[in-house]
Every structure is written in structure tokens, then in C-alpha cells.
């Protein structure tokens, strides 16, 4: 007999079929915890660090005190910033056991899950496709054949020797 299947209301199917989603690249995996209270409630601290590295008004509403282990905590504001929605300005902060003096450790700009980002890396080979290289040579050509008359215009004030005319050779 098998304890999850007498369960009321959750299916056998379903209790299998749970994976978690596909993580975005670039995108942080947090750790679960309670953060520490003290560097959790000095979040103008955190605005204060973050501020240092952008204008004031590009660093928007507090968004999450996350902790990353043993007093050390990371706060996340939104981003203003043009061109960076959905992504996170973070302030990481630490202290010593003890101590109420809290000390900056790292700052930056995360993306979340709902910031655009560049696609996957593809290696070039499997980038470049047969008519892909088909296109560029009709152009090469045509660069050639221009740079071919260019080259001729040039010598237009040479004489056929290609040495400069001479100043007893000018009409005034």
C-alpha cells in the first residue's frame, strides 16, 4: 500500500509529474533562511552603498532581504535604470559576531527572472548557415569592383609618367 496514493485529491500522475522549471541563465538561485534581523533592517545602509555606484534615481523600491548564510545578507532594490527592466540592483552585507557594525561586501546589478536577457551562447559553426555564407559573396565582389574604379580616379591630376606636374608646366 502506498502512502501517497491515499491521499483525498492529489493524483498518483501528478505527484510524479513535478519538476522544477528551467532556471535562466545568469539568474541567481537563492538559499532559504531566515536572513540575520540585524542586517535584515539595514536596508539604508544597503540603499546608501548602492547609491554610491549610480544616481539615486535609477535605485528604486526595496524589494527582498535575502539571506546568504551566517550574517551575511543580501538586499535587493528595483532598477530604473533604461534598458534594465526587470533587473535588480543587490547590496550584499555582513557583520562580525557580536558586532553592530555592518560592512558592505559586494554591489551590482542582478537580473530576475522577468529581465530580458541575451539568448544562449551558440558556437559559430552551428550559427552560420549554408545560405548565410551564400549572401556575403555577391557583396565581396562588389567591394572589389568598386575599389577597382576607385583606384583609378585617383591618378586623374598624375601625369602618364606618374610624376607631379611642374611648376614651369602650370599656366596662370
Same mark, same amino acid.
Given at each position: 500500500? &502506498?502512502?501517497?496514493?491515499?491521499?483525498?485529491?492529489?493524483?498518483?500522475?501528478?505527484?510524479?509529474?513535478?519538476?522544477?522549471?528551467?532556471?535562466?541563465?545568469?539568474?541567481?538561485?537563492? @538559499?532559504?533562511?531566515?536572513?540575520?534581523?540585524?542586517?535584515? !533592517?539595514?536596508?539604508?545602509?544597503?540603499?546608501?552603498?548602492?547609491?554610491?555606484?549610480?544616481?539615486?534615481?535609477?535605485?528604486? !523600491?526595496?524589494?527582498?532581504?535575502?539571506?546568504?548564510?551566517?550574517?551575511?545578507?543580501?538586499?535587493?532594490?528595483?532598477?530604473?535604470?533604461?534598458?534594465? !527592466?526587470?533587473?535588480?540592483?543587490?547590496?550584499?552585507?555582513? @557583520? &562580525?559576531?557580536?558586532?553592530?557594525?555592518?560592512?558592505? &561586501?559586494?554591489?551590482?546589478?542582478?537580473?530576475?527572472?522577468?529581465?530580458?536577457?541575451?539568448?544562449?551562447?551558440?558556437?559559430? !559553426?552551428?550559427?552560420?548557415?549554408?545560405? /548565410?555564407?551564400?549572401?556575403?559573396?555577391?557583396? /565581396?565582389?562588389?567591394?572589389?569592383?568598386?575599389?577597382?574604379?576607385?583606384?583609378?580616379?585617383?591618378? $586623374?591630376?598624375?601625369? /602618364?609618367?606618374?610624376? $607631379?606636374?611642374? /611648376?614651369?608646366? @602650370?599656366?596662370?
Amino acid at each position: 500500500m &502506498n502512502p501517497q496514493s491515499d491521499q483525498p485529491g492529489t493524483p498518483v500522475q501528478e505527484q510524479g509529474a513535478k519538476t522544477p522549471p528551467k532556471r535562466k541563465a545568469g539568474v541567481p538561485v537563492w @538559499r532559504t533562511g531566515k536572513p540575520d534581523a540585524f542586517l535584515a !533592517a539595514a536596508v539604508d545602509a544597503a540603499r546608501t552603498a548602492v547609491e554610491s555606484i549610480t544616481p539615486a534615481a535609477t535605485v528604486g !523600491a526595496h524589494l527582498a532581504a535575502k539571506s546568504e548564510g551566517d550574517r551575511l545578507v543580501t538586499h535587493l532594490f528595483e532598477s530604473r535604470l533604461p534598458g534594465y !527592466a526587470g533587473w535588480q540592483w543587490y547590496a550584499v552585507l555582513t @557583520r &562580525n559576531s557580536r558586532s553592530k557594525v555592518v560592512t558592505v &561586501n559586494e554591489l551590482g546589478l542582478l537580473p530576475s527572472e522577468d529581465s530580458i536577457l541575451a539568448p544562449e551562447w551558440v558556437p559559430w !559553426a552551428e550559427r552560420v548557415r549554408p545560405e /548565410d555564407e551564400q549572401q556575403q559573396e555577391p557583396e /565581396d565582389g562588389q567591394q572589389e569592383e568598386s575599389s577597382a574604379v576607385g583606384d583609378g580616379s585617383a591618378d $586623374e591630376g598624375r601625369s /602618364d609618367d606618374g610624376a $607631379e606636374p611642374s /611648376d614651369g608646366a @602650370r599656366t596662370s
